[in-house]
């Protein structure tokens, strides 16, 4: 994975490259310590970008927005010491994937690149299967199983949603497969009892998937405010969280009321109905 570096402080670009390559996480193929340059990192074409959010000139959402608006096709991590929730959605908004904080924390930056990558290898893999099903090569969809279809579209849903990276999509996805190999709904279950079928810590299990929906409520409620009309908002708004809960989560990020409410129980329902459909 190659990653270019958004940073004016030197002595920071110097640790995340250690960071970067004492680890194994990608190769760091430039930076900004002598100059912010987008042609520069256009031509690179980086996989993943770092980008220091407070900096001279361009912030760091108009670096992020700039790139997006050029065609840059890069996921993006904001390195940030502000927790302003406006300035958070913002961010989202411009096309950051994940957020690290200053000061720079070896755990943290190693695990949030290695969700990336993982969120990359996702995205690989489903457009591999919607390449299959675009040319109609029905003898190669039929070789693979049912179960590797309705996998890869959850993946897919998931990531749309921005929890590809969240400890809890893995718990997220064994819940649907344990379901969907077994024809049961979560009705059928409950999802303390599905977890306990799951997991030696059935707690634990349930709260990282919780905390899991609760970022993909946030994902998609910062992509309604920005339009309405948003093709990821409109397709999973109203199937996988009640939309009351969703309209509060909105008027929440925007300074207005309590958080929406995550209704795991209605989100693994609303993922069973998208990964059986046609």
Known sequence: ????????????????????????????????????????????????????????????????????????????????????????????????DFFISKPINLIEVRQVIRNIRQQMENERDLHTIQSVFTLKQAPAVERQSRSDVQRKRIQYALSQLGMAGEKGAKDIMDMCMYLLDRHQQVCQVGVGALC????????????????????????????????????????????????????????????????????LKCFLDGMLVLAEED
Do not use: W
């Open 1 to 96: 994975m190659r990653i270019y570096i958004v940073e004016d402080d030197i002595s920071v670009i110097s640790i995340l490259e250690d960071i970067v390559e004492s680890n194994d996480l990608g190769t760091v193929c430039g930076d900004s310590g002598s100059g912010l340059d987008l042609d520069k990192i256009l031509a690179l074409a980086p996989d993943l970008v770092l980008v220091d959010l407070l900096m001279p000139g361009k912030d760091g959402i108009q670096v992020v927005r700039e790139l997006k608006e050029r065609g840059c096709p890069a996921k993006f991590i904001m390195i940030s010491q502000v927790s302003s929730k406006e300035m958070v959605a913002k961010a989202y908004l411009a096309g950051v």
């Open 196 to 263: 306990a079928k799951l997991s030696d810590s059935p707690k634990s299990m349930e709260q990282r998937a919780r905390r899991a929906v609760e970022r993909g409520l946030n994902h998609l409620a910062s992509l309604g405010l920005d339009d309405y009309g948003n093709e990821v908002f409109t397709q999973y708004a109203s199937r996988l969280f009640p939309f009351q809960e969703v309209r509060a989560e909105m008027a929440f990020i925007q300074g207005k009321g309590s958080k929406g409410k995550a209704n």
